[in-house]
């Protein structure tokens, strides 16, 4: 399972969800997305703060320039499974969102 990251409260709440889905290995996977290699400290920095007092096996992977191919080749690279998204991001706009569910043939579940 893999959980697409950027800081905002919808994304916390994708981890919310994805923890409530996880398997009995409690792997999860954060795809960090930030505008800027500055921004990845602070996120990661909130995820672990999240996941404290949560028994997860979480592994990071950072991405600073989010365009529809790098994320795809990111998602792919990871073997994720299920990818969950929040659904309004400020750095997934719209026609980004709708590139990426056109171009994954992987379940995708999009959280509110």
Known sequence: MT???DGSARAERALEVA?????DDR????LLLANGHE???PLREQVDAWQ????LDVRYRALTESNVTRLVAA???EECGTLILPVK???LEDTA???????LEIPILLVR
């Open 3 to 5: 959980v697409v990251f």
């Open 19 to 23: 923890e409530s889905l996880l398997d």
């Open 27 to 30: 792997r999860l996977r954060v």
């Open 39 to 41: 921004r990845l400290a």
């Open 52 to 55: 404290q007092g949560r028994e």
């Open 75 to 77: 998602i792919e690279s």
């Open 89 to 91: 991001s400020a750095i």
């Open 97 to 103: 969102l709708q590139g990426l569910l056109e171009e």
